[in-house]
């Protein structure tokens, strides 16, 4: 089981109540969040919590649970950026906050934890108004911030535009990006340390496994370091990089030792364009050729939470069109294969949702259903019983698949994001 959305992050729920402070509605994506804009690292979403005074150990109970049943649990980490206004109330004591011991008169120092536009003033776009004139009463362009710090997509600019990451700062892992990215890596950056601890912090969860966002946007060296010493806490944990450069796909690999990577920009890419009738599968071998020796090692998927889905008519407008396309990601090669939650049921991410709008994708940054997905639920009782007869076929298809693949394809990691 991969959750995504579990730490928490900014959103525009007002948890005050529960002595979580309240978000600005000027840098929140949507009203849910973006699940990538973390606010507190050591917490965790309250949005998840049936009791939210109770949330983190109810997430240990989850973790319990999900363990008894012979699953494990994968959650996603976030290292290259956090929310605008990060702050941790959960952090162990003794933890110091990113942040806190900056020197914020300097763009870059490789023992501060952000970089800065020094004598610059943090600017919200100007043009934001996904949630409407009313939607917060934070939602004023008075967000303060200076000096301003750099948007986690590498924007060193106090005015990033709407389709920037402009609710995230960058975090400074030692790597002078202004300076022909030049490193600073000794002594050990504060980031790599304080970003070790917090993924020991959840290994001690008992979590199985990282799905690490964007992993190639932080040095390869500082995952060289820190993942021996997270596997200390346990040896079968495992990392997923999120990464999109097959040219880095080794190096983070074995240098980064990280155990999956993502299969999008070759397979997935492939896939896609096949499922549409615009490519051919002459096209696989080649793919499979070059990753010759680490196969096994790429983490395969038709559909996750940046990809549009499959049923939608921005994709297929079908879901069967992908049933060979599935074969294919489960059965080509011993790594793992990934079902983004619905995916087995043809759920089309319908409707204007949010500050994404209707876009293909099931929103992230916005309150709003999965109406397919919840007829499997079905009220509770998990039976599918409101499924139609197609999507029960649709679903005893990937079961199928899945279950093959796991009998002639051993060792094979099947993993559900939700």
Not at 50 to 76: C, N, P, W, Y
Not at 206 to 228: Q, Y
């Amino acid at each position: 089981m991969f959750g995504t959305g579990v730490i928490e992050h900014a959103t525009l729920t007002d948890y005050t109540a529960d002595g979580i402070p309240l978000d600005d509605a000027d840098v929140v994506k949507g009203r849910a969040g973006s699940p990538y804009a973390i606010k507190d690292y050591y917490d965790i979403n309250p949005d998840l919590a049936t009791d939210v005074k109770d949330r983190l150990a109810e997430f240990d109970q989850l973790v319990e649970r999900t363990h008894s049943e012979g699953m494990k649990v994968i959650i996603d980490f976030v290292p290259n950026h956090v929310a605008r206004a990060y702050k941790s109330d959960a952090k162990p004591a003794g933890v110091k906050d990113l942040g806190e011991d900056d020197d914020t008169s300097v763009s870059f120092k490789a023992s501060n934890n952000f970089y800065y536009l020094p004598g610059q003033q943090f600017q919200p776009p100007p043009n934001y108004s996904a949630l409407g004139p009313n939607a917060a009463p934070t939602k004023d362009k008075k967000y303060s911030e200076n000096p301003a710090k750099v948007t986690g997509n590498d924007q060193f600019t106090a005015t990033p535009g709407i389709n920037e990451w402009f609710e995230t700062i960058k975090l400074n892992y030692g790597v002078d990006i202004q300076d022909n990215r030049k490193t600073h890596f000794d002594p050990v950056p504060s980031t790599w340390v304080k970003m070790k601890d917090i993924l020991v912090y959840w290994a001690n969860k008992n979590v199985d496994g990282f799905r690490c966002d964007m992993a190639e946007m932080v040095p390869v060296e500082f995952w060289h370091w820190a993942i021996p010493q997270v596997k200390t806490v346990n040896p079968e944990i495992i990392f997923i990089a999120e990464i999109y450069n097959p040219s880095q796909y080794r190096n983070y690999l074995e240098t980064g030792r990280f155990d999956f990577l993502y299969d999008k920009v070759q397979l997935y890419d492939t896939l896609r364009l096949l499922i549409n009738n615009q490519s051919s599968t002459a096209h696989l071998p080649g793919i499979q050729k070059s990753l010759d020796g680490i196969n096994h090692n790429m983490l395969h998927f038709l559909e996750n939470h940046d990809e549009q889905r499959i049923a939608s008519p921005q994709f297929s407008g079908d879901y069967w069109k992908a049933a060979p396309a599935m074969v294919i990601s489960a059965m080509i090669d011993k790594g793992p294969v990934m079902i983004y939650f619905g995916q087995e049921v043809g759920e089309p991410g319908a409707g204007k949702e949010g500050f994404n709008g209707e876009d293909g994708r099931t929103t992230i940054f916005d309150y709003w259903g999965v109406p397919e997905h919840q007829k499997w639920v079905n009220g509770g009782k998990y039976d599918g019983g409101a499924l139609s007869d197609d999507q029960k076929a649709l679903r005893l298809f990937y079961s199928d698949v899945l279950k093959f693949a796991s009998r002639t394809k051993l060792p094979r990691m099947g993993i559900i994001v939700t």
